[in-house]
């Protein structure tokens, strides 16, 4: 039976977007879409401004509706109809949804009770038939379970102790994640109590060891153990993987699920070795050192010394950060906000509400200002801005560091971009320029020329007293599967193809002559602009269920890619990068090799 008091409770705690979704889903009342859109601009919560007496109105009409379903017994409706259905969307995002993007929206909502991304396979496996997975991260378990709900056998070589990957790895302060995690989860595995809107490093973990404990996953992951190489046997049809501790496996299929974010970056600065204090980079950082008290330098101002930076700041006598790029970084007024105690009550509770709230969460992080990262050729000031929507972003950005940094100019001529929002990755604002006004933080941008035994000193003749130092500097991206040595058909190496920083894949999940091979997070699958990686590799992981589908329902012992699509498909990335903001010539990233 229906608590009234506690629905009430729960509804006036809720959103009013996603209830305005679940109202018009259970009734089909499409006049409520009337009346709301005009307050609706967006598909954050804080972007609607619906008044006080039509969410009253609103919620009164609810608690009718579902009373009324309780009573009645009907079966809750798994779509809203069709005719209604494009025009819910665009009032929930309050923006146009182009036709072609429903289907998509529909299977990451997952309105009915099947998965859409799951892939059923018929008939009886090949003997011996078993998948190899290097890495025990966030891809590898979704790989994991998506092999274990077909039946496929497994293995998992995870060089660390426990699942988690680089969510594993990194524990810096502050660390977490920058996509609003009731979107951050997987789709077939969400989680309706994360504590905040944003959560951090910790809690992201726990919830992928439950996910590896509810799927039972951990008996199947060979922990402490490396993959150093895998050689194709085509005699055999398999790969055969070389391993930390000395042995081999083979297996039929190899998927490696590594990343690109699990190989620290550490700059060969001159006197880096002659450092008498504790020096760690981010990703392996040292928390028995003392900071409290001490004379910290970090070296990096991208992600991780974003979030670092704030979050050691107060602690330490004195921070010195030294930037090579200022970056840009935009805030969300959820950012920093806990999960109300009625919020999670009704992603709980109320039907399709966490359904509603995932979609809006997806569309506001997803392809929204993909237009705005093209060069309008006739834009007058490129080196800036590409055209008058990005233009508008940036005085957006600019103007909110105005107000952080109380328009002080010796600050903002350091921290304002000389290149286009997007130019590098997107930040989110963790208090960075509200930190860089206290009295013991100290923001350096002249290039390090050495570092001593207790001291940074840049090219200007200044020393910079420390006793930490923390590289904040970031992974070696470019080198996609490295320290592997992966050799497929005729003994050809994926590093011969590559080179040190130039990885190419079809859909950036097969390679031409790499039979049976696939990757999760592969070439030019990182996300430049928004969306969320658990989005992509749920994708990715659909398309090699398919491939394994041919081959066990086919009987093929080997499936591999052809050389002209997979050339024909990076040819057309090139040339769409080419007219993107990550090929703008006046800024570096790790999105792009040496090459640009």
């Known amino acids: 039976m229906i608590d009234e008091a506690e629905l009430r409770a729960g509804l006036a705690a809720a959103d009013v977007t996603p209830l305005l979704m679940v109202l018009v889903h259970l009734s089909e009342e499409a006049r409520w879409l009337d009346e709301c859109a005009p307050h609706i601009h967006g598909a954050w919560n804080f972007m609607q401004q619906v008044p006080e007496p039509l969410k009253a109105r609103l919620v009164d009409r609810l608690v009718e509706v579902l009373r009324d379903y309780q009573d009645s017994g009907r079966p809750l409706p798994a779509l809203p109809p069709a005719h209604l259905l494009h025009r819910m969307l665009e009032v929930g995002v309050g923006q146009k949804v182009p036709p072609e993007y429903i289907p998509m929206l529909m299977e990451e909502m997952r309105l009915g009770e099947a998965d859409p991304r799951s892939v059923p396979i018929a008939g009886p496996l090949p003997e011996g038939f078993r998948v190899g997975i290097v890495g025990a991260g966030l891809s590898g378990l979704c790989m994991a379970i998506k092999l274990r709900e077909a039946g496929i056998p497994f293995v998992i070589f995870e060089k660390n102790p426990t699942i988690g990957g680089t969510w594993y790895e990194n524990s810096y302060p502050g660390c977490g994640v920058d996509t609003p995690n009731h979107f951050f989860s997987f789709s077939f595995e969400p989680n309706h109590d994360w504590s905040r809107h944003f959560s951090k490093r910790d809690e992201i973990w726990a919830y992928l060891e439950r996910v590896a404990d509810r799927y039972d996953i951990r008996r199947h992951v060979r922990f402490g153990t490396e993959v150093t190489g895998a050689d194709y046997d085509a005699a055999a049809a398999c790969w055969r993987i070389g391993l930390s501790d000395g042995t081999v496996e083979t297996v039929p299929v190899l998927v490696t699920a590594v990343g690109q974010l ?3 970056s550490v700059p060969a600065i001159p ?13 392996h950082w040292d928390h028995g050192a003392a900071l409290r008290g001490k004379r910290v330098a970090m070296i990096g101002t991208g992600a991780s010394g974003m979030q670092a930076g704030p979050s050691i ?3 330490v006598a004195q921070l ?5 790029t200022p970056h840009w970084a935009v805030s969300n007024p959820n950012y920093h906000r806990e999960v109300s105690e009625g919020k999670r009550w009704a992603l709980h509770n109320l039907p399709f ?9 997806f569309w506001a992080s997803g392809d929204g200002l993909h237009a705005s990262l093209h060069l309008d050729p006739d834009w007058p000031t490129p080196e800036t801005s590409l055209n008058a929507t990005n233009q508008g972003f940036r005085d957006m950005l600019v103007a909110h560091m105005r107000r952080e940094l109380d328009d002080d100019p010796a600050l903002l001529a350091k921290v304002v971009p000389p290149y286009p929002p997007y130019g590098k990755r997107m930040l989110r604002d963790n208090h960075w320029y509200r930190m860089l006004k206290q ?6 941008t002249e290039r390090i020329a050495r570092i001593s035994a207790d001291a940074i000193h840049t090219a200007d003749g200044q020393s910079h007293p420390a006793d930490v130092l923390v590289y904040a500097t970031g992974f070696q991206a470019g080198r996609m599967l490295w320290p592997m040595e992966i050799r497929g058909r005729d003994g050809v190496s994926l590093r011969d193809i590559w080179g040190d920083d130039d990885p190419r894949a079809y859909l950036g999940v097969t390679v031409p002559r790499f ?4 990757m999760l997070y592969g070439p030019n699958t990182n996300l430049g602009h928004g969306g969320s990686a658990i989005f992509h590799t749920e994708c990715q992981v659909r398309y090699i269920m398919l491939a394994l589908r041919e081959m066990i ?9 052809r050389q002209q699509p997979h050339d024909a498909y990076n040819e057309r990335v090139d040339a769409a990068h080419r007219r993107m903001v990550w090929s703008h010539g006046g800024v570096g990233n790790w999105y792009k090799n040496a090459r640009g």
């Open 262 to 264: 699990n190989r620290a």
């Open 271 to 283: 006197g880096a070795q002659d450092f008498a204090g504790p020096a760690f980079h981010t990703a």
């Open 313 to 315: 700041a107060p602690e």
């Open 320 to 324: 010195t950060i030294f930037q090579r």
């Open 353 to 361: 509400y966490a359904k509603w709230h995932r979609f809006q969460l």
């Open 439 to 444: 009295p013991n933080v100290a923001l350096v």
């Open 515 to 518: 039979p049976n091979f696939f």
């Open 553 to 561: 329902e086919r009987r093929l012992a080997t499936l591999e890619c």
